[in-house]
């Protein structure tokens, strides 16, 4: 970690810059981690939160309930499509060990012993936690920790830059699907697939081939193995639809969001179950069957009040149609993109961007320099005026959902100003 001597300090925020201590902005590019929704300060979040204040800030949801989570608990139900009940926590990582937890006791209290193991997919993502980090293992980030790693059953996903020898993309989604029917009937050992909705984000920007995601959905049903999806990066707008499983034609047992869910003012998260899901848990006290699952500030509601203005505005200011629009504006610097000769692909869907940098384009090497690239892009776009993060050797770009056409022009303009900046130090 030595060569992050020191670090800007953040002072304020506003709109879609941020602005450090010496009074310098950088537009954020990450949207403060893929959880911004309508800038910083907005002023509606901010009295929301102010007015929750004033009546309760905190009080458990262990034999109690407030006002905030019910209301929400009954908007996230009616959003989404088959889903019941919701489980509430207080980041992501926790909402997908619940959803892990639930899935796996799911079997037990229907008194099925066999359906023990998770199935995932590589390169997935789901969090920092053990649970999370063992069915969503990403070797550069786990690596250390493999050892103390529950084991998943792992299957490809298809990405259209790197299509394995021999194959076409097309036939290659056929391979990887499959696999997974293959494994299915071999052994009715999976109790649940887990995987991302839509786009695997931290493993790449890899947006799922269309009916990629629906045709699991479907195998899942077909062989009696769960569905259990996260959206906690990919749904709320992200990939341009409220509920990502909804456009993909896929439902789920279980599914988690989080991050967008507060606008990315507070920390929630949640875990939605269906009927059969929730069920499996009802019973008498000395019947077991419920969950053992609680953090300090699951069911927060001053988090709740957050996420429920947040969620009225998204409808007052219909903000799913206005991202379809905003969306349409990366597309106008494709060609401008490409034009840098070192970036091999450009990974796009709704309010997502990925640009795979390659030291050799015919070849598709990744770059690799001596310096973390992180370092480097993060120092070139201070320099232009954006924060960005690299993911490996892709650049990403996650801006607030509620960007004007405006500001994301802008912001194209900074990421390849960075992007031919850090050229000659990549390289
Ligand atoms: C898809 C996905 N799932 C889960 C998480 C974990 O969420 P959190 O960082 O709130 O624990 C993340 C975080 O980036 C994510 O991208």
Not at 135 to 157: I, R, W
Not at 183 to 207: H, Y
Not at 253 to 279: E, Q, W
Not at 343 to 351: A, D, E, L, P, T
Request: hydrophobic share 40%.
């Amino acid at each position: 970690m030595k060569e992050w001597e020191s670090f800007d300090r953040i002072s304020k925020g506003k709109g879609v810059w941020l602005i450090d201590s010496k009074g310098d902005k950088m537009m954020d590019a990450v949207a403060s981690m893929w959880c911004n929704v309508w800038g910083h300060s907005n002023p509606q979040i901010v009295k929301a939160i102010a007015k929750q204040s004033k009546k309760i800030q905190h009080s458990s949801l262990f034999n109690l309930t407030n006002e905030p989570v019910e209301k929400l608990a009954d908007t996230l139900v009616k959003m989404s499509p088959k889903m019941h009940k919701v489980f509430y926590s207080d980041n992501g990582s926790s909402a997908m060990e619940i959803a892990i937890k639930m899935a796996l006791q799911y079997w037990k209290n229907i008194g099925d012993k066999k359906k023990t193991e998770i199935a995932t997919l590589e390169n997935g993502y789901h969090g920092d936690t053990f649970g999370a980090m063992s069915v969503g293992y990403v070797p550069e980030f786990f690596g250390k920790f493999k050892k103390q790693l529950f084991t998943t059953v792992q299957f490809p996903v298809p990405n259209e830059y790197r299509v394995p020898k021999g194959h076409t993309f097309s036939d290659y989604q056929e391979h990887c699907l499959e696999k997974i029917e293959s494994r299915f009937s071999k052994n009715d050992n999976i109790a649940a697939f887990v995987m991302e909705s839509g786009a695997q984000m931290a493993g790449g920007v890899m947006i799922y081939p269309k009916g990629f995601q629906s045709k699991i959905s479907r195998l899942c049903k077909k062989h009696d193995v769960l569905f259990v999806l996260d959206e906690i990066a990919t749904g709320f707008g992200r990939l341009g639809s409220m509920v990502q499983y909804d456009e993909q034609k896929s439902i789920p047992d279980i599914v988690a969001y989080g991050k967008m869910l507060t606008g990315g003012y507070l920390t929630m998260a949640a875990t939605l179950a269906n009927k059969k899901i929730y069920d499996s848990f009802l019973g008498e006290f000395n019947d077991w069957v419920h969950l053992f699952h609680g953090h300090t500030y699951t069911g927060n509601p001053m988090a709740a009040a957050v996420a429920n203005e947040n969620l009225a505005m998204y409808k007052k200011n219909n903000l799913i149609r206005k991202i379809g629009k905003t969306a349409s504006v990366f597309e106008e610097f494709y060609d401008e993109i490409y034009k840098i000769d070192v970036v091999g692909n450009i990974r796009h869907k709704g309010m997502l961007m990925g640009i795979e940098l390659v030291k050799d384009r015919k070849r598709k090497i990744p770059i690799h320099p001596k310096k973390s690239i992180n370092k480097i892009f993060f120092e070139e776009g201070k320099r232009h005026g954006i924060y960005l993060r690299t993911l490996g050797n892709i650049v990403m770009l996650v801006p607030p959902l509620a960007i004007t056409d405006r500001e994301l022009r802008l912001m194209l303009h900074k990421t390849i100003k960075t992007i031919k900046s850090a050229r000659s130090e990549i390289i």
